[in-house]
Each structure stands twice: as C-alpha cells, then as structure tokens.
C-alpha cells in the first residue's frame, strides 16, 4: 500500500530554516504530483506547496511564496520542502500527499489520495 513518511520537523526561532522529508512507498513515485499542507491548532489544513509529477512546474501559498522551495528526488522517491526565514505563523503540523493520477486540483485536499501522519514545525518569537 501506498505510504508517506514525513520527516525534518523541530523547533526554530523565528528567522531559521528547516528541511522537510517525505519519502514515499508503495507506488510509481514519479507518476504523481506531490503537495504539502500544514493545520495549525483550530485552524482547517491549508496548502502550502505542489510539485508536479516531472519537477516541471511549482506552486505555492501566497503566504509561502518567496520562503518555501518544494523539490523531488524521483530516483529517491522524496519530496521535500526547504523553509527558510521562518514565522511563528508557520508553526503547524506539515503533511505531505500524493495526488491522484492525472490531477490538476492541486490547491484542495480533494486533489490527494494520500497523505502521511504529519511532522510538527513550531516556530517560537
């Protein structure tokens, strides 16, 4: 079955970065968009970024954009997320998901079939 191991979460101060890890199994990594979203307490869980199945094309979050660099290693099977000058508005819990075969619904949850259990960011003042 397919499986999404997220990896690479921590506490910052505001200003450092991080590196998230996603590595997956289970399926033809590199037919598949790959996204992360993040939820923060209380809050619904709000996309962040999206690679698509090649590395060809990006998209971000308006309030990533500029910050955040989402990349894939197809040989390695990983996504990841290079998140520099971090806020405390970034603390969250990061999830990384596998979108369905030929989807373009890259902003919405409804665009992924499967998601991992999810790494904590928490970013202090």
């Known amino acids: 079955q397919v499986r999404l191991v997220e990896s690479g979460g921590g506490l910052v101060q505001a200003g450092d970065s991080l590196r998230l890890s996603c590595a997956a199994s289970g399926c033809t990594f590199s037919n598949y968009a790959m996204g992360w979203f993040r939820q923060a307490p209380g809050l619904e869980r709000e996309f962040v970024a999206t690679?698509?199945?090649?590395?060809?094309?990006?998209y971000y979050a308006d309030s990533v954009k500029g910050r955040f660099t989402i990349s894939r290693d197809n040989a390695k099977n990983t996504v990841y997320l290079q998140m520099n000058s971090l806020q405390p508005e970034d603390t969250a819990v990061y999830y990384c998901?596998?979108?369905?075969?030929?989807?373009?619904?890259?902003?919405?949850?409804?665009?992924?079939?499967?998601w991992g259990q999810g790494t904590q960011v928490t970013v202090s003042s």
């Open positions: 690679i698509t199945w090649n590395g060809g094309s990006t």
């Open positions: 998901a596998r979108s369905y075969m030929y989807s373009s619904d890259y902003y919405s949850r409804d665009g992924y079939a499967y």
